[in-house]
């Protein structure tokens, strides 16, 4: 039988999304915008075995649905780390041997991208993560996990960092997977204009 592998995909309510780009975007804006995004994930988590999106609001399930994603409602929102590590449960508890988390705010994201990123990791010896850098602050976009439960959760600034450490402290291999479809979020007003530079 073939490795079970699923793609998790935290998403928060829209309406409390992109707040750090309020300089540039207004609520109606900076909704649209992490909606498209959120699209795109799901549509690119269905690269994976299975695609599990963990909402933060009702209208994000409701959605996540629509798009073909099995969808786990969170009692409510306590964070990127929190979601993770929920959904990493559900995988677990569905039969899953390694688990991708992928960022819901990625615009050039891809099936394709995450395709090859499952392919590569996959050739690695367990256990195994492999992590997607971000461009800039030392994030991390994409998280591959095997088994699911490899190391811990680490979101935020600086997580690349934290990943390597803790992947090296616990004797699991550790890879850095290069993609220029996961580099990019949409954190600050500088990352719009790398997006327009992308497109």
């Not at 450490?165 to 990352?191: K, Q, R, Y």
């Given at each position: ?83 993770a590590r929920r959904g990493i449960a559900r995988a677990v508890k569905g039969g899953a041997d390694a688990v991708l988390l992928l960022s819901s705010d990625l615009p050039l994201v891809t099936a394709g991208a995450v ?85």
């Open positions: 039988m073939g490795m079970s592998t699923w793609v998790v995909v935290p998403i928060k309510d829209f309406g409390s999304a992109k707040q750090r780009l309020r300089p540039a975007l207004g609520p109606r804006s900076r909704r649209a915008l992490a909606r498209r995004n959120a699209r795109l994930a799901v549509l690119a988590a269905a690269a994976g075995g299975h695609a599990l999106v963990v909402a933060g609001s009702e209208a994000v399930a409701e959605l996540a649905a629509l798009w073909g994603a099995e969808v786990l409602l969170e009692p409510h929102e306590e964070g990127q780390n929190v979601a395709r090859q990123l499952l392919e590569s990791a996959g050739r690695m010896r367990a256990p195994a993560v492999v992590a997607v850098p971000a461009i800039g602050r030392g994030g991390t976009n994409a998280l591959y996990l095997r088994p699911p439960l490899a190391i811990g959760l680490h979101f935020g600034d600086d997580s690349l960092a934290k990943f390597r450490e803790d992947a090296e402290a616990n004797g699991v291999h550790f890879a850095i997977h290069h993609s220029d479809a996961m580099a990019l979020d949409l954190d600050e007003p500088s990352d719009l204009t790398r997006l327009s530079r992308a497109v």
